[in-house]
Nanobody, 120 residues
């Protein structure tokens, strides 16, 4: 089985910074893409940032220049450094990972979510 544990959410004032982290554990053979999504109340879940196993990244237009996604392949972690936060960044943030388990075919897995609240 796979376990994705997120950390780093919280309350911050507009203009502030937060870093989210997600650690994957289990019988992992290989991790492919890793990503962060978010979902605000009443909205659909949306992609925030994604990073491939080779380090290529893409970002939602709304966070370009403010957020940075990076990964540590040795530790099976993905992080999201968020700066210049705005109230509209308030949402539950989810870690998402494409990976291959030792005994299972490739699959897509979600973390439990971590709340980020930006006050004005």
């Amino acid at each position: 089985q796979v376990r994705l544990v997120e950390s780093g959410g919280g309350l911050v004032q507009a203009g502030g910074s937060l870093r989210l982290s997600c650690a994957a554990s289990g019988s992992i053979f290989r991790i492919n893409a890793m990503a962060w999504y978010r979902q605000a109340p009443g909205n659909q879940r949306e992609l925030v940032a994604r990073i491939t196993s080779g380090g290529m990244t893409n970002y939602a237009d709304s966070v370009k220049g403010r957020f940075t996604i990076y990964r540590d392949n040795a530790k099976n972690t993905v992080s999201l450094q968020m700066s210049s936060l705005k109230p509209e960044d308030t949402a539950v943030y989810y870690c998402n990972v494409d990976l291959v388990l030792i005994t299972r075919p490739p699959g897509n897995y979600w973390g439990q979510g971590t709340q980020v609240t930006v006050s004005s």
